[in-house]
């Protein structure tokens, strides 16, 4: 008489078995595959480390091109740079050029258009100690003109819904500039720079976080946002009310919006009208000349 219970259990251990290394296999496919994509990343990791460092080796020695510095020379910020800056941000201008992808949408890229984009870029960082030259922005999108959107604000809670002409703005590791509006206020100092407002937020979320706070010395940082963050106050409650602007006039509701719009609006009047931000805004403004280590009002008194 055959022993069917014994067979039974025979075929179910060998069923358990084959499901097991079924099931060993599988992770140890997956396993490889994890440690083979991980290897893929360092690898290209360490490969795009040397091709940096022998790009930026190459561009040390490259020269300027006089044709790119001739449009230079028509922003007022450049013209009154001493020549040891100049130099310096003719090299950062380089490596910019050299490490961010343009494109143009409905539009054709100039080298102009770079070269502008690339001053006020690095004219930001130009007295500041970092090892990169906005490492997390891949690429800049130029549009011909401004774009309409909708955008709900809030000011000490009041909601609004109303359309905006959006002028440039900074997202997922890319910036996008509008070149009509941005020409028009580059060459000429105005209040408004929509090149120094986009990367001011890059130069904001560099701590992590859009919050109005850059990367700053510890030792600097309550004092900061300390003064940042009154100033901020009484403007939303300027712009609540809407009336009784006074010298918050000089910087408008928009950098009523939040603290990381506010620092950017204060750097464009830091480095577009700078007398007017002195004399209004003091704090403010001894705060800004810290951080950027760059004395605007003194820097545009010889304006050429």
């Known amino acids: 008489m055959r022993d069917f219970s014994a067979i039974t259990l025979l075929g179910r251990f060998d069923k358990q078995k084959l499901w097991y290394t079924l099931r060993m296999n599988y992770f140890s496919a997956l396993a490889l595959i994890v440690v083979s994509i991980f290897l893929f990343i360092v690898i ?20 300027f091109d006089q044709n790119d510095r001739e449009v230079l020379k028509k922003i007022p910020h450049y013209r009154n740079l001493n020549d040891t800056d100049k130099e310096k941000i003719e090299r950062s201008i380089l490596i910019f050029l050299h490490t961010k992808e343009f494109l143009g949408v409905r539009t054709l890229v100039t080298q102009e258009m770079k070269l502008v984009i690339s001053f006020y870029a690095c004219l930001l960082l130009l007295h500041i100690d970092t090892d990169n030259c906005y490492d997390d922005l891949k690429t800049v999108v130029i549009y011909p003109h401004a774009t309409v959107t909708e955008e709900i604000k809030s000011y000490g809670g009041i909601y609004t819904k109303a359309r905006f002409m959006i002028e440039g703005q900074s ?41 109005g706070a850059p990367p700053i010395e510890r030792s600097k940082y309550h004092q900061w946002t300390h003064t940042l963050l009154k100033e901020f106050k009484k403007l939303n ?18 950098a009523a919006t939040n603290e990381s719009e506010f620092f950017a609006v204060v750097t464009e009047r830091f480095f577009e ?28 008194k010889k304006r050429s």
């Open 237 to 254: 409650n300027v712009a609540m009310k809407n009336r009784n602007w006074g010298k918050y006039k000089t910087l408008g509701a928009y």
């Open 171 to 211: 997202a997922n590791n890319a910036v996008m500039i509008c070149w009509h509006e941005a020409k028009s206020q580059a060459y000429h100092l105005r209040h408004n720079n929509v090149i120094i407002h986009e990367f001011t937020h890059e130069i904001d979320f560099m701590s992590g976080i859009l919050d």
């Open 273 to 300: 009208s700078p007398n007017n931000l002195k004399q209004n805004f003091p704090e403010l403004y001894e705060e800004l000349k810290s951080f950027y280590k760059i004395d605007t009002a003194e820097l545009l």
């Open 44 to 63: 290209n990791d360490i490969l795009d480390f040397f091709d940096r460092k022998k790009l930026l080796k190459k561009l040390k020695n490259t020269p």
